[in-house]
């Protein structure tokens, strides 16, 4: 126990905090964007970038992962937060936590293997586009500064990492670009137009609505997404890290983590948050092991928010979205191209669609569920595919079954049988097949019934282990049958 | 005659030239590491089209494999991930090796300018010689 909490926070501690501070740096510009995204003040996502960093990095299963409000929970709040206000987000961010928490009892780390590459491709893909588009507004028909400050962001993000990495771009753009915006002016919108700061910790908060049945559901169906779509992205993630550390990390007491991490945060005017895919990397980049790299994160997040919070709102907004830019160029997985040409057509099909569906519901949460529905579909029509040979032996019939037969495969694997025989032995082997659900038995039963109206006598040979055992509870064969 | 080279190989045709320029410099007694360096930002595509990072960089380096093998070369293999360049520094200076080779990239000359290549920033910070094969 005690082992393991060194090595989990005190392994190399200097490395995991500079690593801290870096992350730190690139997370404020991303936290403040998200904000407004979501439509609500720089403070909450900022704030939610603070707690959800510090709790997730006591109670989160993968040491090293960075979580803090993300878009893709941003982009799902648009609609609850314009409709109702924000202090339904707060509320529909501690409904998420409990749902992920409950999601993290059940174990629901483990069904999250079963969402395809195909539909994980086409989720970071969707995620990169819309903030992407959300990016637009800042660009686009504000005035010829505001593309001067884009233009010039976006260089600064790309040629500065050639030449040194040390201090993270993001950071070198803000700074610079913000001082000259602050002794030379520009026409342009900065973050204190859209919002306040408040050079304060968060404090605790009862969410100012009603608690009433009304409240649950006009919440529950964005609770539900965020969760989902939280989940999603964070066990993503700890994959990444997984794979970036060579290490294993435990996905139950991960989603059991975001959840907590959420619910508090929701009780302390933050937004609903997950695991970062580009912020992690830059962590694990940068040497981070532990969990002291993560809590860094987001102590020394909140510290600048204190300290340097009036030159916040001086930001200029096209500074934040050149750098949201290229952190969706980042997001966005080029191998897609490469993906369409090779991967074969149905996952391509499947990426594709839940691109599509995510783009045109706005619900990334949506998009995965359908993505998951579509392959499931193509998989069971894929494994569904029975063939049945016949021989004829000394007058008497064998009919060889071969492959899965469950509720998708029986009717074709019936379709090949001819009925026409009369007063024969038939055996039906079954050396190469697998019964997997009552279904198949049924179907079995029937397809012997069949025989025997006809006054031939049916043999059913060779099953399995498994399906012998299906059989004997369910099927009406008698000994006879199955000698 | 070098007693221990470290070779820094990403695979490329340049590295397996710098492979096939140590041969010229070894003898029975010389052991070489080859270093493949892994690079973290390669995660993302490793999860998402479900490669395994660490076998696809063994594919990469299979020629100078290959070709060690074949002329009976002692050699050792090392995995290690993070950014090329200071991996590289990293690796020579926690063990006792006699010198680094690497491959050149071959970039042009804007190209040269703007990035700063592997090879030259190892050369600047290494502490021990550096071979750059072209």
């Known amino acids: ?483 | 005659m070098y007693k221990s080279i470290l070779l820094a190989a990403d695979g490329s045709e340049n590295s397996f030239r710098a492979a096939e320029e140590t041969l010229n410099f070894i003898n029975k007694d010389t052991m070489v590491t080859i270093l493949n360096v892994i690079q973290i930002e390669k995660s993302k595509d490793a999860v998402l089209h479900g490669e395994n990072t660490v076998k696809q960089q063994k594919e990469k380096i299979a020629k100078i494999i290959d070709l060690y093998n074949k002329e009976n070369v002692n050699y050792n293999v090392i995995f290690e991930r993070g950014l090329p360049d200071e991996t590289v520094v990293k690796v020579s200076n926690n063990g006792a090796y006699n010198i680094i080779v690497l491959g050149n990239r071959g970039l042009n000359a804007l190209q040269g300018m703007m990035m700063g290549s592997v090879s030259h920033k190892v050369a600047k910070r290494a502490n021990i010689p550096v071979m750059i094969v072209k």
Request: net charge neutral; aromatic share 12%; charged share 15%.
């Open chain 1, 1 to 483: 126990m005690i082992e393991k909490f060194k090595r989990e926070w005190l392994t190399s501690p200097g490395t995991n905090i500079m690593a801290g501070i870096v992350v730190a740096l690139a997370l404020i510009p991303e936290a403040i964007a998200f904000s407004i995204i979501a439509g609500v003040d720089p403070m909450v996502g900022l704030y939610a970038s603070f707690l959800i960093a510090v709790i997730i990095s006591f109670v989160g299963g993968r040491p090293a992962m960075i979580s803090a409000a993300t878009g893709a929970v941003a982009l799902l709040v648009v609609p609850l937060v314009r409709e109702y206000g924000v202090e339904y987000l707060f509320a529909a961010t501690i409904l998420m936590g409990i749902i992920q928490i409950i999601l993290g009892i059940f174990k629901v780390g483990k069904l999250l293997k079963f969402i395809p590459n195909s539909v994980m491709i086409g989720f970071v893909n969707a995620l990169a586009i819309m903030i992407f588009i959300a990016q637009l507004q800042h660009i686009f028909g504000i005035s010829f500064d505001t593309y001067i400050y884009v233009i010039i962001t976006i260089a600064i993000l790309y040629v500065l990492p050639r030449f040194f990495k040390k201090i993270p771009a993001p950071l070198v753009a803000l700074v610079v670009l913000t001082s000259c915006y602050i002794f030379f002016g520009a026409e342009v919108r900065t973050v204190g137009d859209l919002g306040a700061i408040e050079k304060s910790l968060p404090s605790f908060i009862i969410p100012d609505v009603p608690y009433t049945l009304e409240t649950l559901k006009i919440i529950f169906p964005y609770s539900l997404s965020m969760a989902i779509v939280g989940l999603v992205e964070s066990l993503l993630t700890a994959r990444i890290v997984d794979n970036a550390t060579d290490t294993y990390s435990s996905k139950n007491k991960e989603s059991r983590g975001q959840g907590i991490a959420n619910f508090v945060t929701g009780f302390f005017g933050g937004m609903g948050g997950c695991a970062m895919i580009g912020q992690s990397v830059i962590n694990v980049r940068s040497g981070a092991t532990t969990r002291l790299s993560t809590f860094t994160a987001g102590v020394f997040l909140m510290l600048l928010i204190i300290l340097f919070g009036d030159l916040v709102v001086q930001i200029p907004m096209p500074i934040l979205a050149g750098i949201m830019v290229v952190v969706t160029i980042s997001t966005f997985d080029w191998k897609t191209f490469k993906y369409m040409k090779k991967a074969p057509r149905t996952d391509v099909f499947v990426m594709l669609i839940t691109v599509a569906i995510i783009l045109a519901t706005d619900n990334l949460a949506i998009g995965v569920i359908a993505g998951v529905f579509f392959s499931a579909i193509f998989f069971a029509t894929k494994i569904s595919k029975v063939t049945v040979t016949k021989e004829l032996i000394n007058n008497n019939y064998v009919f060889y079954f071969e492959g899965q037969i469950f509720f998708a495969s029986i009717d074709t694997m019936i379709d090949q049988l001819e009925f026409k025989k009369y007063d024969k032995d038939i055996l039906l082997d079954f050396s190469k097949a697998h019964l997997w659900d009552d279904s198949a038995v049924d179907a079995i039963d029937t397809m012997v019934r069949k025989f025997e109206d006809k006054g031939n006598t049916v043999y059913v040979d060779q099953l399995n282990a498994d399906s012998r055992k299906i059989v004997k509870e369910l099927s009406q064969l008698n000994e006879q049958h199955l000698t």
